[in-house]
């Protein structure tokens, strides 16, 4: 079992520039969570999906924040344009569907804006 | 709405020492209940859960019991070693609808030999 796969996971960037994070869920999974972590805000739920089709976006923060699942192999989450407090560590997290399953974290991009 | 509430951080303990992170919770229903560590650099993964009152999980010598009247989920060692140092995560879910986790603020323990 190969995990929840997260790339890059460091990514070091401008202000303004754009910047894509990717992950790689485990098959069979069949729903998808974006989490930001900070030390001031702890761990946020930013979005999800259930079978490629986002349920809850709320915690998406601003309109620069989008989300996309294509198929079931395969989401990202994209900010444009990037701005330094949107530093933090990002996790992609995967689970399969019945409710007392847990989830199942990747090791997370360390995302810094300057 | 859910709500998990953890005891602050961080806690330092001696190894060996006795372990306890208190968590409590306000869910409606009858949530599934879990404890989620995390290893510096490494993102979140499950430590134990409990899917019903009086339940108890256990894992890696580590345990909670899934207290109904007092709507705990506290987390106990006996023996805390070095190699435990981390953050742990208290987290429910809740049944039907959607599938979201609500986690707590996390709690750091730090181990020193």
């Known amino acids: 079992d190969a995990g929840v796969i997260q790339s890059p996971r460091h990514e070091v960037t401008e202000m303004g520039q754009e910047v894509t994070l990717r992950c790689k869920p485990i098959s069979g999974h069949d729903y998808l969570f974006w989490y930001r972590q900070t030390m001031m805000r702890g761990l946020e739920l930013l979005i999800y999906?259930?079978?490629?089709?986002?349920?809850?976006d709320s915690g998406m923060p601003e309109d620069r924040f989008s989300a996309k699942m294509p198929n079931a192999s395969f989401s990202t989450l994209k900010i444009q344009p990037s701005e330094p407090r949107d530093s933090a560590v990002y996790f992609c997290a995967t689970q399969y569907g019945i409710f007392n399953q847990p989830q199942h974290f990747g090791d997370g991009t360390r995302l810094s804006i300057l | 709405g859910n709500s998990v509430t953890q005891m602050e951080g961080p806690v330092t303990l001696s190894e060996e020492a006795f372990l306890t992170i208190n968590c409590t919770y306000t869910a409606t229903g009858y949530p599934s209940l879990f404890w989620y560590v995390q290893y510096p650099g490494e993102g979140l993964q499950l430590l134990l859960k409990a899917t019903k009152a009086d339940d108890k999980g256990s894992n890696k010598g580590f345990e909670a019991t899934y207290r109904k009247e007092t709507t705990s989920f506290h987390l106990e060692k006996g023996s805390v070693q070095v190699s435990d140092s981390a953050v742990y995560f208290c987290a429910l879910r809740t049944p039907g609808g959607y599938q979201k986790v609500t986690f707590g603020t996390g709690t750091k323990l730090q181990v020193i030999p």
């Open positions: 999906f259930n079978n490629n089709v986002p349920i809850d």
